[in-house]
Every structure is written in structure tokens, then in C-alpha cells.
Nanobody
Framework: QVQLVESGGGSVQTGGSLKLSCAAS????????IGWFRQAPGKEREGVAA????????YYAGAVEGRFSISRDNAKNTLYLQMNSLKPEDTAMYYC?????????????????????????WGQGTQVTVSS
């Protein structure tokens, strides 16, 4: 069983930065995706950034590309999300999530439509609030 625990959320002003961390325990398959999602009040949960474990390819939602950076430290079993140039529309609960082993033929596109349902393991979330 995989457990994910997020930390690092908080309140910042527009243009500020935050770095989220996700400590993972348990076995995460080498052919899997791990990433960050967010959910604002009244909106659906959306993918923000993800890493495909098979080749360490990274994927970003268009709204955050160039401002957010996902990385991981395998030695510490920790996933990070560096968020720069934050905007009020980035305000949301941020969740760390991981899939189980994916199909051998999986494209690797961790944020492609339909892949969200493959994310089986979820953290409890950490709140990010950006004020104008």
C-alpha cells in the first residue's frame, strides 16, 4: 500500500513562491505516474504536473507551464512541486497522487485525458492560497 503525505502549502501574495513536498511510503512501480493535482472550490480536480517513472519525463498543465517545476528525490522518496510567479487562480487544495503499475503500452503521457482515473493513491492535500 502506498501512502502519500503532502506538506508545504500556505498563503502567499501574487508573484510569490511555494515549494510543496510529498513524502511517499510503500512501493511505487517503475512503470507508473506520480504527480500533483489541484482542486479549487466548485471546480473539478485537475492535473498540474506529473512524472512518468519509466523515463522521468515530466508533464505540465498549460496554465502552469513555465512557472511550476516538478521533481523528485528517489533517495528520500519525495516528490516536489516548485511553484513560482503564483497567481490568485492557483489557489486550490493541492494533492499528490500516484498510479499503480501501468500497461506496458502506456503512452507515458501522465496528464493525458482519461489518465486521471488511473491515479489510485492520493494524499490528504495541502492548501495553497494566493492573494492579490
Amino acid at each position: 500500500q502506498v501512502q502519500l503525505v503532502e506538506s508545504g502549502g500556505g498563503s502567499v501574495q501574487t508573484g510569490g513562491s511555494l515549494k510543496l513536498s510529498c513524502a511517499a511510503s510503500g512501493y511505487i512501480d517503475s512503470n507508473s505516474c506520480i504527480g500533483w493535482f489541484r482542486q479549487a472550490p466548485g471546480k473539478e480536480r485537475e492535473g498540474v504536473a506529473a512524472i512518468y517513472s519509466r523515463n522521468d519525463a515530466t508533464y505540465y498543465a498549460g496554465a502552469v507551464e513555465g512557472r511550476f517545476s516538478i521533481s523528485r528525490d528517489n533517495a528520500k522518496n519525495t516528490l516536489y512541486l516548485q511553484m513560482n510567479s503564483l497567481k490568485p487562480e492557483d489557489t486550490a487544495m493541492y494533492y499528490c497522487a500516484a498510479t499503480r503499475q501501468l500497461s506496458y503500452w502506456f503512452s507515458g503521457r501522465c496528464l493525458a485525458p482519461g489518465v486521471k482515473s488511473s491515479f489510485t493513491y492520493w494524499g490528504q492535500g495541502t492548501q495553497v492560497t494566493v492573494s492579490s
